[in-house]
């Protein structure tokens, strides 16, 4: 089967009602410049047909918060690859159980709070003997230069509540050593594009299936789900959806899914590539 015929039965599998769950960085927006004008027709079309686009990114909720009224986003999205879902006050018409009020948001912690995590961290330093540093001991203008960000979106990255990003500076051995060690004392690590992210026993996945089952519940409707994402940290959201769109990086290869995930991969690269993949979905 060619990729095209891929994607016309998918679409007919997926059927009237989605939910589009994405990563940010490398996928909805450019690796390098972060820029969203390739996907900008896409969501408006989104939008005009009622389908959720939700974020699910290892970014925080201050980063995320100026993403969405960037683009004019209104639904529910997860932060810091898993750990907690935020639902926009009134969005479903019945109370979200296990939240808890976060300002204009009903937010659902799957994860830890950062404080445990840094907790860990400072002891495990001083066992393992390791060299990193974490967002929390980088200075604005060292994490703006890691990132390629600006110093205002450097200092919402750096606004973290459930997970830790480490730069590392020790050799891989002791990094390997250090990921035992984390996952030993019940926390996760995912390798991102640029960081080691450090943060409970959660991850897109898991928050991905919670929140589309708050869908169907709240709504009462089956919904497909369609993930899109470009690295590790995205094979456990790609891994459950009914469709995952594999975006191509100009940074490194393709993740790995496991066998059996039904996907797609794009020939442009991030942006372009989703909305290639998507634009196709719609005119099915
Ligand atoms: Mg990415």
Redesign the pocket.
């Known amino acids: 089967m060619t990729d095209s015929d891929i994607l016309r039965e998918a679409a007919r599998r997926l059927g009237q009602h989605w939910l589009i769950f994405t ?5 909805l927006l450019d ?1 390098h410049s972060y820029s969203h004008a390739p996907v900008d027709k896409t969501l408006a079309e989104l939008e005009r047909r009622e389908v959720p686009v939700i974020f699910n ?2 970014k925080t909720f201050a980063e995320v918060s100026a993403v969405r009224e960037e683009l004019g986003n209104r639904h529910p999205f997860i932060v810091e690859n898993g750990s907690a879902i935020y639902i926009p006050r009134n969005y479903f018409p019945g109370t979200v159980g296990d939240a808890t009020r976060h300002q204009n948001y009903d937010c659902c912690l799957l994860g830890q709070p950062v404080a445990t995590i840094h907790h860990w961290l400072n002891d495990i330093r001083r066992d393992l003997k390791v060299d990193f540093a974490s967002f929390a001991e980088m200075s604005t203008d060292e994490i703006a230069h890691a990132t390629n960000l600006g110093a205002e979106q450097a200092a919402r990255a750096a606004r973290r509540e459930f997970s830790e990003a480490i730069q590392w500076r020790g050799t891989d051995t002791q990094k390997e050593l250090f990921r035992r060690a984390a996952e030993a004392a019940g926390f996760t690590t995912i390798q ?2 640029r960081f080691i992210h450090l943060l409970g026993q959660c991850d897109k996945g898991r928050a991905t299936l919670r929140l589309a089952s708050e869908y169907t519940a709240q709504l009462a409707q089956a919904f497909s789900v369609v993930a899109a ?3 590790p ?2 094979v456990d959201m790609l891994a459950v959806a009914n469709l995952a769109i594999v ?1 191509r ?1 100009p940074a490194h290869d393709f993740p790995k899914l496991p066998a059996g995930t039904k996907a797609v991969y794009t020939g442009a690269y991030g942006p372009e590539g989703w909305a290639e993949v998507v634009d196709f979905l719609l005119a099915q």
């Open positions: 990563d940010l960085d490398g996928t690796h990114t290892s991102g594009g994402g470009d690295g940290n995205d975006v990086s």
